[in-house]
């Protein structure tokens, strides 16, 4: 996997230390946690994103949704000059992140204990050249959290399984209340046994919208398409 995705000398021992700090630890956010399962069903799929140009590149990215640290953690091993926020309501949740990051010397990471919208109406506006996330919620609730964290020309990067035409029109149709286009969506093969996978990748095509971010909780209760 390392040689796959370019990773630097080291990387597979840490690689290896960040699974076996899951698996130790005692009440994971995740039901994946056996390293036989997790090095496919967590590492591999994030490191799939890698495939995206403008990740690679990216300066700063913020996770939304962060969970058990996927696929930011994964992201800030293989990204070292990059700067990940893991952004997680639930504090308990980015207490893990930063141990599993403390076990696996990653140190470009960060937890923040914040919802999309409240990052986004401080210190996150319009700071990020990236925003990914991985089973959070629709493409349309995606694409109005990252708008307003995303630099113009930023993009968004979803994780998603099968293709919905009536979630992608969604997005077409909120595009002048988010500035978010789609401008590719990818298959991706992660490991041997996935299906169905596809990478999502919006682009911010304009400035912020006014009105956004909307309140905690209002994107997922009145969606903006």
Known sequence: MAERHGLAIGSVERLTALLGALEAEPHPPTTICDPARAVDEHLADSLSGLRVAGLRRAGRIADLGAGAGFPGLALALA???????????????????????????????????????????????????????????????LAEYASPLLREGGVLVAWKGARDPAEESAVTRSRARTAMETVEVLDAHPYPAARSRHLHVLAKAGPTPRGLPRRPGMARKRPLA
């Open 79 to 141: 990204l070292p000059a990059a700067s990940v926020d893991l952004v997680e309501a639930t504090t308990r949740k980015g207490e893990v992140m930063e141990r599993l990051a403390a076990a696996a010397e990653i140190h470009n990471t960060r937890a923040l204990s914040l919802r999309a919208e409240e990052l986004a109406a401080f210190e996150g506006r319009e700071a990020y050249d990236v925003v990914t996330a991985r089973a959070l919620g629709p493409l349309v609730v």
